[in-house]
C-alpha cells in the first residue's frame, strides 16, 4: 500500500530554518514527479516545489514564487526520501505542509496520493 508519511515540521522564529521530510512506502518515490504544497487556514493549497521527471521540459525543479531563493526540494532514491529545506522563514510561511506524487512524470496536473502533513508556524 502506498503511503506518505511527513515530519520536521514545528514552530520557529521568522529568519530560521527548517527541514522537512516525506517518507514513502509502497513505491519507488523517485519514479515520478514529486512536490511540496503546503496549505494555510482560510486559504487554497499551495504548490510550492516540485521535482519533474522530464528535465528537458521544466529543468527538472519547478518553485513558486513565493519561496523561490528561500526552500530547496530534494530526493534521495535509496532512502525512498524527498525533502524540503526551508531558509529564511517568514510569518507567511506558516501553514500545514504535503508532500505528494502521482503516476506521471510531470509537476503539472493534479496529485494523487498525499500524506497527512505536517505544521510549520513561523512566529516571533
Known amino acids: 500500500q502506498l503511503q506518505l508519511v511527513e515530519s520536521g515540521g514545528g514552530s520557529v522564529q521568522p529568519g530560521g530554518s527548517l527541514r522537512l521530510s516525506c517518507a514513502a512506502s509502497g513505491f519507488t518515490l523517485g519514479r515520478y514527479a514529486v512536490g511540496w504544497f503546503r496549505q494555510a487556514p482560510g486559504k487554497d493549497r499551495e504548490d510550492i516545489a516540485c521535482v519533474s521527471k522530464m528535465k528537458t521540459i521544466d529543468g527538472g525543479t519547478i518553485y513558486a514564487d513565493s519561496v523561490k531563493g528561500r526552500f530547496t526540494i530534494s530526493t534521495d532514491n535509496d532512502k525512498n526520501m524527498v525533502y524540503l529545506e526551508m531558509n529564511s522563514l517568514k510569518p507567511e510561511d506558516t501553514a500545514v505542509y504535503y508532500c505528494?506524487?502521482?503516476?506521471?512524470?510531470?509537476?503539472?496536473?493534479?496529485?494523487?496520493?498525499w500524506g497527512q502533513g505536517t505544521q510549520v508556524t513561523v512566529s516571533s
Open positions: 505528494g506524487t502521482k503516476a506521471s512524470y510531470y509537476c503539472s496536473g493534479a496529485f494523487d496520493y
